[in-house]
T-cell receptor, first 112, second 114 residues
Framework: EAGVTQSPTHLIKTRGQQATLRCSPI?????VYWYQQALGLGLQFLLW???????NRGNFPPRFSGRQFPNYSSELNVNALELEDSALYLC???????????FGPGTRLLVL | AQSVTQPDIHITVSEGASLELRCNYS??????LFWYVQSPGQGLQLLLK??????LVQGIKGFEAEFKRSQSSFNLRKPSVHWSDAAEYFC????????????FGQGTTLQVKP
């Protein structure tokens, strides 16, 4: 069974640009989660999508947004990039409510 | 507010020695508890989880963890560490009332001496 996949593996942007990160969940999983792992800040919950709807979001500004497609894959969009957005962005998926989250390898975003 | 504390930022053990990584949580009820491991530049791999039932849970790679309600702890143990266990270990909690959010500790970096 294939795991959670994320693309791209690395992304380099400049301040003010937009970044789009993609995630494909494990087959059969309907929930997708996004986390930010920034140096010195640890792992922070960003967003949760289930059945195409945003169910919960963490304490991040609105320029962090995303969506979930009918095939349950997901995109994370970060607008108006700032230097402190540089981080490893991890996607996880689960079968649904109250189920274990399985993580992908992450996308490393560098903002110059 | 919910929180997870991993008191040890960095631990060094000799190969073959036993290991215990500490995790304490602050939560109004018994949360769901997890240990994940992250190798350099990689995502998180689930080692084990506790939802309910037997308080001693077995995981992959020879790891186990014990849930102690009275101490609000969920410590990770391994009887004999291998060099390949060197990585960063994260304890996490989730609300049984599903918010989709995992709350992570700060992580413990394990170094294994030959």
């Amino acid at each position: 069974e294939a795991g959670v996949t994320q693309s791209p593996t690395h992304l380099i942007k400049t301040r003010g640009q937009q970044a789009t990160l993609r995630c494909s969940p494990i087959s059969g999983h309907t929930s997708v989660y996004w986390y930010q792992q920034a140096l010195g800040l640890g792992l922070q919950f960003l967003l949760w999508y289930d059945e195409g709807e945003e169910r919960n979001r963490g304490n991040f500004p609105p320029r962090f947004s995303g969506r979930q497609f009918p095939n349950y894959s997901s995109e994370l969009n970060v607008n108006a990039l700032e230097l402190e957005d540089s981080a490893l962005y991890l996607c996880a998926s689960s079968r649904g409510l109250q189920e274990t989250q399985y993580f992908g390898p992450g996308t490393r975003l560098l903002v110059l | 507010a919910q929180s997870v504390t991993q008191p040890d930022i960095h631990i060094t053990v000799s190969e073959g020695a036993s290991l215990e990584l500490r995790c304490n949580y602050s939560y109004g009820a018994t949360p769901y508890l997890f240990w994940y491991v992250q190798s350099p530049g990689q995502g998180l791999q689930l080692l084990l989880k506790y939802f309910s039932g037997d308080t001693l849970v077995q995981g992959i790679k020879g790891f186990e963890a014990e849930f102690k309600r009275s101490q609000s702890s969920f410590n990770l143990r391994k009887p004999s560490v291998h060099w390949s266990d060197a990585a960063e270990y994260f304890c996490a909690v989730a609300s049984p009332v599903d918010t989709g959010k995992l709350i992570f500790g700060q992580g413990t970096t394990l170094q294994v001496k030959p």
